[in-house]
């Protein structure tokens, strides 16, 4: 399978800033991959190289088969951008705007257009901008992104201003263009929200990659331990405790869950033992992708 993206040794330098130092991956048609790392990691810089509005200090990046860099980026046509703070003319209205960057990319008006329903702005369209909240700019900034079924999208913070339900409708909107074929990487800050909907995570800490794989693959570099969480029967609470404790280091959480955490390699073990003691339900919580970034940034701070 041809990549759609590739970073080879990719490094820009604003002066004495290092924005972003020695990168290199390589992403496949239908991915959703979650961008991650602090204010000033490198994340929105790395957007920028991908999309050629900065030309790289050192290293190369082609995106569908093109260098961003060049003169003539014929694939921009075949990307979509969603930035971090949307700004559009107030002056417009919803059908207005979409139908101006329609045009602007070679596509069709009336496909743009339904394109405000999807992102559930239908209702909203011949109102002007300025009377949209946060949210509805933010929808209507991911519907410009959609114009033409992009092969790439590249959405910085896309989920800002959106409520729970608008996100899940976000990232199911997500799942149909990752279906299709389509490479799509999310810049966020939002990590609790992205474990399990990226197939892949890149982590930047100080414009380098410090990870970069499958959650699953990450856990299992990481080592880090999950959390077994017991809820007693009735009346049991201080037997389920005890009998725990003699086995692993182990904590109420109220006054009928105990809580342990189990490395790798013991929790077949925990999980039997548990099965024969007092309990009611069990939950197995593996690492979150919040705590298995804090454990690369240390690897990589202690490096």
Known sequence: MTATIEVTNLAKRYGPVEAVRD?????EPGEIVALVGHNGAGKTTLLKLLLGLVRPTAGSVRVLGDDPAAGEFEARRRLGF?????????????????SFYARLKGQSV???LELLDKVGLGLASSRRLGT??????????????????PRVLLLDEPTSGLDPALRLDFYDIMEVRRASGATVILSSHALAELGDRAGRIIILNQGRMVANGTIDELRHLARLPAKIRCRSTEGNANILSHKLSAAAACRR???HTVEIDVLPERKLEIL????DLPVS???????????????????????
Not at 133 to 146: F, N, V
Not at 272 to 275: A, G, I, N
């Open 281 to 303: 339900d069990i939950d197995v919580i593996p690492p979150s992708l919040d705590e298995l970034y804090a454990h690369f940034l240390r690897a990589e701070a202690a490096s």
């Open 110 to 112: 009336p496909d743009a």
């Open 132 to 149: 949209y909240s946060k949210g509805m700019r933010q929808r209507l900034g991911l519907a410009q992104a959609l114009i033409g079924e």
């Open 272 to 275: 039997q033992l548990v099965t």
């Open 23 to 27: 990168v290199s991956f390589a992403l």
């Open 82 to 98: 969603l930035p971090e703070n949307v700004s559009f003319n107030p002056a417009l209205t919803g059908r207005e705007l979409l």
């Open 253 to 255: 959480v109220n006054g």
